[in-house]
């Protein structure tokens, strides 16, 4: 299957400093792509769908202005954990899909520590 | 809103035994449904998939049958591995998600030889 590259795969940063994570699609382009977060023991829960050259849309309760998402090429996302606190600390992992209702691949996830 | 039920485990399985991981769904459209598995250390990939009512996917041994009467898609393996110890996800999208994966809680599954 087509490959989805996540990176960093762990980071551990000082409360108030920003991170950002970078999911990338290396032999497909991904016209859309997905953010989830996973809490230990429980589910991954969406926080937001990115659509290339557009702005995303974030789930609810989801802040917009602390977890910047960026999605400026048909391989490239970002997400940028802005001002991290220790209750943002989470794996993080991205997926990507070619369009509408068509298989997403996953990457590896991000452990985000905040210390 | 959409959500998916899969039973807690962890579940603990000899080697060859049959395994069973119940997953319910609540849509409000035609989801399509899907189990994804996480080995440790690794990331998401998906096992298998159906699209519409009575499809069964399937793979490397796993089977599950999309149940629209029972809103049901319990995965099914004749024999388990040691290998296919894992985390295990049930989950659906639909156009009302706009096809982002919503996903169960998983099931951690342990097969000891």
């Known amino acids: 299957g087509a490959v989805v590259s996540q990176h960093p795969s762990w980071v551990i940063c000082k409360s108030g400093t920003s991170v950002k994570i970078e999911c990338r699609s290396l032999?497909?382009?991904?016209?859309?792509m997905f953010w989830y977060r996973q809490f230990p023991k429980q589910s991954l829960m969406l926080m937001a769908t990115?659509?290339?050259?557009?702005?995303?849309?974030?789930e609810q309760g989801v802040e917009k202005d602390k977890f910047l998402i960026n999605h400026a090429s048909l391989t490239l996302s970002t997400l940028t954990v802005t001002s991290a606190h220790p209750e943002d600390s989470s794996f993080y992992i991205c997926?990507?899909?070619?369009?509408?209702?068509?298989?997403?691949?996953f990457g590896q996830g991000t452990r985000l520590t905040v210390v | 809103g959409n959500s998916v039920t899969q039973m807690e485990g962890p579940v603990t399985l000899s080697e060859e035994a049959f395994l069973t991981i119940n997953c319910t769904y609540t849509?409000?459209?035609?989801?399509?449904l899907f189990w994804y598995v996480q080995y440790p250390g690794e990331g998401l990939q998906l096992l298998l998939k159906?699209?519409?009512?009575?499809d069964k996917g399937s793979n490397k041994g796993f089977e599950a049958t999309y149940r629209k009467e029972t809103t049901s898609f319990h995965l099914e393996k004749g024999s388990v591995q040691v290998s296919d110890s894992a985390v295990y996800f049930c989950?659906?999208?639909?156009?009302?998600?706009?096809?982002?994966?919503?996903f169960g809680k998983g099931t951690s599954l342990l097969v000891t030889p």
């Open positions: 997926s990507a899909s070619e369009g509408v209702n068509t298989e997403a691949f």
């Open positions: 032999d497909f382009q991904a016209t859309t």
């Open positions: 990115s659509n290339e050259g557009s702005k995303a849309t974030y």
């Open positions: 849509a409000t459209g035609y989801p399509s």
């Open positions: 159906a699209t519409k009512a009575d």
């Open positions: 989950a659906l999208s639909d156009s009302n998600s706009g096809y982002a994966l919503n």
